[in-house]
């Protein structure tokens, strides 16, 4: 390495560190948006992006999920979610969990919530949910994993230990829903937090994510449905981003689908309603963007639960 090329990475260490976590191909504006992390069947657990969908499935639901993006690239993202919601008894409230791990290369980040959201009916078969949450981000680089050779050939002291940040904050959402179409609005960072001891260069730190979402099922028949869905993305200071997404359901039982991420990946997902309780699904990603040709696409895992806490209870169908 020579002594220039020495000199930038240890003026912008931590700089280098995230675009190294990005596996060097990406710039430093798509990594930051990893901070709220990408999820391929969003219209499945709501949740995971705005805290107003919280209990709007009318039971208690635990969901986990596992995502592996570009896969066979070194270093690339890998995502696992465990949420939890319910509404609470005899009341329009509802409360619920959510924890994400996020990994790119040595960067892991630990994410905790609680969400509420409270529930207006606004018509015999539709409500208006307005949710909030609170919770904290862990974040740590382990930055001796980089392992910088100094042009004295021996390891960059720099780069000896580990960089890591407690992130509290809180967001916010709406989302109205009926039997049949949802519409959601969230802000799930409402601050913008600075890392400590950051240069102006580097300007790492959380930014604001707005989300857009809606859906709607058209029935094509007894044993058809079809429900196209939206999903649009604005970071400050970054890209606008939509995502386009198409699921046909089949006897109530299978879902089949396809995504496509704005210059980013087309999707093909499928769901099975194992019961009317447990439901498993998974997508795979083909991305389509510069970095196609040296990845082997995007996997993501979901299974989801709805708990009877009534033995009384008849489930009915849940579209959302």
Avoid at 44 to 69: C, D, K, W
Avoid at 109 to 125: H, L, M
Avoid at 213 to 242: C, I, M, R, T
């Amino acid at each position: 390495m020579n002594s220039s090329l020495y000199a930038i990475l240890k003026q912008h260490r931590f700089h280098w560190i995230l675009v190294f976590s990005m596996c060097m191909v990406l710039v430093s504006r798509q990594g930051y948006s990893q901070q709220n992390p990408l999820f391929s069947q969003y219209m499945f657990n709501g949740l995971v992006i705005n805290p107003a969908y919280t209990g709007s499935q009318e039971s208690m639901i635990i969901s986990a999920s596992h995502r592996s993006q570009w896969s066979g690239l070194e270093g690339s993202p890998q995502t696992q979610t465990l949420t939890m919601h319910s509404p609470l008894k005899f009341t329009r409230s509802a409360a619920g969990v959510v924890f994400v791990h996020d990994q790119i290369a040595v960067t892991n980040q630990y994410t905790v919530y609680g969400t509420y959201a409270y529930r207006i009916p606004v018509s015999e078969n539709a409500k208006l949910a307005l949710g909030a949450q609170v919770g904290v981000t862990y974040y740590k680089s382990n930055l001796a994993d980089v392992n910088v050779i100094t042009p004295n050939g021996v390891p960059d002291p720099a780069f000896a230990g580990a960089e890591s940040r407690y992130l509290p904050n809180l967001g916010i959402g709406a989302y109205y829903y009926s039997k049949s179409s949802y519409i959601g609005l969230s802000l799930p960072t409402l601050i913008n937090n600075q890392w400590e001891n950051q240069d102006a260069i580097t300007q790492a730190r959380q930014k604001r994510h707005y989300f857009l979402s809606a859906g709607h099922v058209f029935d094509l028949g007894q044993n058809l449905k079809l429900k196209p869905n939206v999903l649009l993305k604005w970071e400050e200071g970054g890209p606008f981003q939509y995502d386009l997404n198409a699921n046909l359901l089949i006897h109530e039982v299978v879902w089949v689908g396809v995504s496509y991420r704005m210059d980013d990946s087309v999707d093909g997902l499928i769901q099975w309603n194992i019961t009317k309780q447990l439901s498993f699904g998974y997508s795979y990603g083909y991305a389509i963007s510069n970095i196609a040709s040296i990845q082997r696409g995007t996997h993501e895992l979901v299974l989801n639960y709805r708990i009877k806490r009534d033995k009384h209870i008849v489930f009915s169908p849940r579209y959302f």
